[in-house]
């Protein structure tokens, strides 16, 4: 039975609203800014660094912040609409993911330089294949008959978690990612511990975000 609760405060709803539209911005800017940095197209390598921060700063981001009660950019659209959205973003999110990796891969292998040496190589790769795999497991929300035995909230709430969790490794992957030497080499001082806070600003807010819709729902139950 469906207890009733207090509503929050409108103070709350205006500061999600704001961490939302920041993370938006947020998550703009980054990309803009590694976008100018790595001149995509101007050497092989370039694509890398362009490609795996448009897929997991932008379009993962925004994918995910579709469902954003307080700061969705189509939050009048029907539910199913922004499903539909969100597994656009996704696989855009899982193309970019994958040529980035093989962009880098091929590089090395050209430079003769070994593979997947520092720890932003080993993460980068255990997320690549992560969202890989999440996203194909996403298959059973779309069509829910493949996945007998399962109810479709069990479905939501698995893939939300994987989901948070995926891009929580996304995250990690970019700030560690900051600390390799080609963009040390590019951004210094104050640019440098701005850029690797835009990750972690972001990931905090799709945490709070994932997390809450969440707990409300369990909240309604009781």
């Known amino acids: 039975m469906s207890a009733r609760h207090e509503p929050e ?3 709350y709803n205006y ?6 539209i920041c993370t938006h911005v947020l998550c703009a800017v980054f990309t803009g800014f590694i976008t100018v940095l790595s001149k995509p197209g101007s050497s092989l390598f370039s694509w890398h660094p362009f490609l795996m921060t448009l897929a997991f700063s ?3 981001t925004e994918a995910i912040l579709l469902f954003n009660p307080h700061s969705s950019p189509v939050g009048k659209l029907k539910h199913k609409t922004r499903g539909r959205l969100h597994w656009i973003l996704q696989c855009l999110c899982v193309f970019c993911a994958v040529v980035g990796l093989i962009a880098i891969v091929y590089n090395k292998n050209l430079s003769g330089k070994p ?3 520092s720890w932003h190589g080993l993460i980068g790769l255990v997320t690549v294949i992560v969202v ?5 497991g996403a298959v059973s929300l779309l069509y829910p008959k493949l996945a007998k035995g399962w109810s479709l909230a069990k479905l939501k709430r698995y893939h939300a978690t994987s989901g948070l969790l995926t891009y929580l490794l996304g995250s990690i992957s970019l700030v560690l990612g900051s600390c390799s030497a080609w963009f040390s080499s590019n951004a210094s001082g104050y640019v440098w511990y701005l850029a690797a806070l835009c990750p972690t600003l972001c990931a905090l807010v799709i945490m709070s975000q994932v997390t809450n819709a969440y707990m409300t729902k369990k909240r309604q139950q009781y």
């Not at 500061?15 to 939302?20: E, F, I, K």
């Not at 890989?132 to 194909?136: A, K």
């Open 9 to 11: 405060p409108k103070l």
């Open 15 to 20: 500061s999600r609203t704001v961490c939302g």
């Open 115 to 117: 593979h997947f040496t």
């Open 58 to 60: 932008f379009f993962m």
């Open 132 to 136: 890989v795999l999440q996203s194909l």
